[in-house]
Nanobody, 115 residues
Framework: QVQLVESGGGLVQPGGSLTLSCAAS????????MSWYRQAPGKERELVAG?????GTNYADSEKGRFTISRDKNTVYLQMKSLKPEDTAGYYC???????????WGKGTLVTVSS
């Protein structure tokens, strides 16, 4: 069974920074992509950034330059800078391998950007 546990969310003022972490445990293919998605109230879940096991990254266009994704083995990080109120959302960690295309999700961590 695969478990993804996110941490690092919280309340931050506009313009501030926050780093999210997600640790994956259990049995899964070593070739995989770990990603961050977010879902704001009333909106669909959207991809923020992803990083594969080879270190390749992809970002949503709106987050390029503000967010940085990185990973250390089975832990993925999302450094967020210059946060805006519209970044307020639940942030969810995802792991997927191209071998079986099974999506694993964490329970999410809430980020609130407000003064």
């Amino acid at each position: 069974q695969v478990q993804l546990v996110e941490s690092g969310g919280g309340l931050v003022q506009p313009g501030g920074s926050l780093t999210l972490s997600c640790a994956a445990s259990g049995t899964f293919f070593s070739i995989n992509t770990m990603s961050w998605y977010r879902q704001a109230p009333g909106k669909e879940r959207e991809l923020v950034a992803g990083i594969n096991s080879g270190g390749g990254t992809n970002y949503a266009d709106s987050e390029k330059g503000r967010f940085t994704i990185s990973r250390d083995k089975n832990t993925v990080y999302l450094q967020m800078k210059s946060l805006k109120p519209e970044d307020t959302a639940g942030y969810y960690c995802n792991l997927r391998s191209p071998v079986d295309n099974v999506n694993y999700w964490g329970k999410g961590t809430l980020v609130t950007v407000s003064s």
